[in-house]
């Protein structure tokens, strides 16, 4: 099937349309359900605003549906951004060494550090920061950059005005919903009042147009952007940097997919002069390194970042880390030891290139159909553009007709209506596979 007839499918009034379901209290609601014993706890109005369901269980959901319709097909995942390469020995040796040594009087552990293993913290400081001032002390390790997102969350509070990438990684607005720092849901442009949506898309170099921004406290900012797969160039990040001076406004920088950047991108946020007085940075072993449920990560706080008081944000991140967490499993703190020794990086630089390599065959199966594409350069994911259709719709009519699973980009924000996320993490006759199902039926 071309592309034409593809796109003329997807329009007809019998195209799939699968959507978010409604919430779970909607739905009990609606249905007349017989509610038993309630306490007389209110539920926390700021959930109540969330939208129905948080994006990637509704996309397994939706996979489960299809499968249990369709038992005897063979179905390619390339929607959540899950690893699939195993992690290289020399690492899963070094958390084994370590797990064995629990037994032991002499190799046992119990609490470690909230902040972390001081020579985790050390070897992250100097693989990823090396002449950008960033000393161990301002790392904090920790259970991955989404939880970390969440705990700083907690630190900036529900009384900061927010900016994000439009398109973005979901967990942004979603956590700024729940901390309270969002208005209501406006249902017409899918947007949260109180949050400011800034616009990246081809049309502007995926980079917003911060003369035309408004100033906010925060500013949510991804490079290499999850979903579309854009590293920013260093001389956007000195507007970005620049513009958060002027503002008086701090940056939270997430670089975790920094090590798929192939260009002369920047890979942190602190290679900007000024960064380190308006930024934190939050990063993560899981696509770097497979750790995906191991679960490792850590957030960069620089000592200069200041209130409006003065008073410095490492000091309140630290308390909130002591107070809210107990610090990552001292067994993924060993794997992420191994992770930055010699042999473990260049295993698992390999494995990257590996993954990169997935992101070529699939770029280059789309361009083949005619169809616009980005990301797939300095990022495992690749964008691709369906003008004029309802990304629902094309996440449906994808895994029905070809049996492989998708993201809709409308559920990284408004702005990623008429497009969709192909991650490639998999395993290559998968790739291949799935590359070959797209072009027959696109």
Request: proline share 5%.
């Amino acid at each position: 099937m071309y592309y034409s007839q593809f796109l003329s499918h997807v329009c007809m009034p019998h195209a799939v349309l699968l959507q978010p379901t409604k919430s779970w209290s909607s739905s009990k609601s609606n249905a007349g359900t017989k509610v038993g014993h309630c306490s007389k706890v209110p539920r926390n109005v700021n959930l109540e605003k969330l939208r129905s369901g948080y994006l990637f269980p509704e996309i397994s959901r939706h996979e489960a549906e299809h499968l249990q319709k369709n038992p005897d097909e063979s179905l390619i995942r390339l929607g959540i951004g899950d690893t699939t390469h195993p992690i290289p020995d020399t690492i899963t040796l070094a958390m084994a060494e370590h797990v064995h040594g629990l037994s032991t009087i002499q190799g046992y552990r119990g609490y470690g550090a909230e902040q972390g293993n001081m020579a985790l913290r050390k070897a992250i400081a100097g693989k990823f920061y090396q002449d950008m001032g960033i000393e161990a002390d301002e790392i904090f390790v920790s259970d991955g950059a989404q939880c970390d997102i969440s705990r700083l969350q907690l630190l900036l509070g529900p009384n900061v005005t927010v900016a994000v990438q439009d398109p973005s990684f979901p967990a942004y607005i979603d956590s700024s919903v729940v901390v309270g720092q969002a208005g209501e849901l406006e249902e017409e442009t899918g947007k949260y009042g109180n949050i400011i949506y800034m616009n990246c898309g081809p049309e502007n170099n995926f980079f917003p147009d911060l003369s035309a921004t408004p100033r906010t406290d925060i500013i949510f900012f991804c490079s290499p952007n999850n979903p579309t797969g854009h590293a920013a160039s260093r001389q956007q990040l000195k507007q970005l940097v620049e513009f958060a001076r002027a503002n008086g406004s701090i940056i939270v920088y997430d670089s975790a997919y920094a090590v798929y950047i192939r260009d002369e991108s920047p890979k942190s946020i602190f290679e900007i002069p000024g960064a380190r007085e308006v930024a934190i940075e939050i990063s993560s072993f899981s696509k770097f390194a497979g750790f995906t449920g191991v679960r490792l990560g850590w957030t960069v706080v620089p000592e200069e970042l200041k209130y409006s008081n003065g008073f410095p944000v490492i000091k309140d991140f630290n308390r909130i880390v002591c107070t809210c967490f107990n610090g990552a499993s001292n067994i993924a703190q060993a794997g992420g030891l191994a992770c930055l020794s010699t042999d473990g990086y260049q295993a698992l630089c390999k494995v990257i290139g590996y993954y990169m390599e997935n992101a070529k065959i699939l770029v280059d199966g789309f361009k083949s159909v005619d169809l616009k594409v980005y990301g797939g350069k300095n990022a495992p994911y690749i964008w691709v553009h369906f003008p004029g259709l309802n990304s629902w719709n094309v996440f449906g009519e994808i895994l029905q007709k070809t049996n492989i699973v998708t993201v809709p980009g409308r559920g990284f924000g408004p702005a990623g209506e008429e497009y969709i996320r192909i991650s490639a993490f998999g395993q290559r006759e998968h790739i291949l596979e799935a590359s070959r199902r797209l072009q027959f039926y696109l």
